[in-house]
């Protein structure tokens, strides 16, 4: 109900509407829209209320609620349900158990703040308010050694929601670092249950540096780090990018599922800030120099070094200046 009063309050925004209108649209006591109401305004809504005129919405709160997500979204499995915390260890390991419990694919699980947000290779991910932190919840029709493509995807989808919502040009760094002028903007952590042959489920989890400013990061990362804020000056609307990320996800993983990820390999080299560049990287215990010359279609990353080309599964990178 308060979902619904929402809404109409969101589509009369020109014109005051009345107690008696929403009672009878909705079939619903005026008391109980009166309470309605000031939960709305304890969630962050600003309302004003005229007396003999009704209600007028104001101003709608950046938050990421079920209530904001869900309003307009058009998705048909992706984030049609939600599990929204203010703030939680880290949504990545929510996700993993409710994934283990048996939650339905495409349940979208996301915070405000995470306190023990998870990055890759073991590190911690700093996720203070304003940021978008949230993990998705798969169980795709894929044999396990493809599961890496989801990650690509990932990636490119989010390269691609940030050009069109913020305008900004945004590099990918193998595997799955977002870049922009040198500095990350996000980064993707995807966390697999499978056997062999068969694939359990998949927990692909994103941290955006959204409307943070890089006094909210820990020193340490403050130099290499950037956000939306911080580049474009001007705040994201939250809910409207995890909207837009949710649709173009959707529609590239279907296709995806059913014509393989070739595509989205394309789109990924499009993107890439690494391949052509000489690099080091930071895999098995070793520092190897090589140049990146692509990706397989598994993601790995083919490097020609003084022995060959190797591949790398997994591993850090950082580009040389040459
Ligand atoms: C990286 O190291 O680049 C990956 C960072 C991934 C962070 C996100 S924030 C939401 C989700 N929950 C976590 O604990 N981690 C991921």
Redesign the pocket.
Known sequence: MKGKILRLLKENREKFLSGVSISRQLQVSRTAIWKYISVLRDDGYRIKSVAGRGYQLQTVPDLLTPLEIDDGLRTKVLGQQIKYFQEID????VARKLAQAGAADGLLVIAEK?KA????LG?T?S?PSGGI???LILRPPLPPFKVQGLTLLTAVVAVETTALLCGLNVGIKWPN?LIVNGKKLA???TEVSAEIERLHYVVV???LNANVSLSQLPAEVETIATSILAETKRPLRRAEWIQTFLQRFEAAYQEAVVNGFAEILARWRRYSITLGRTIVIHAGGKLITGRAVDINEQGALLVETKNGVETFWAGDVSLSND
Do not use: P, Y
Not at 90 to 93: D, E, L, Q
Not at 117 to 120: D, L, S, T, V, Y
């Open positions: 880290s949504t990545n390991r995470q947000g998870r990055g890759r590190r991910w996720s932190w949230f993990s670092d980064g993707i952590l989890g994103l941290g």
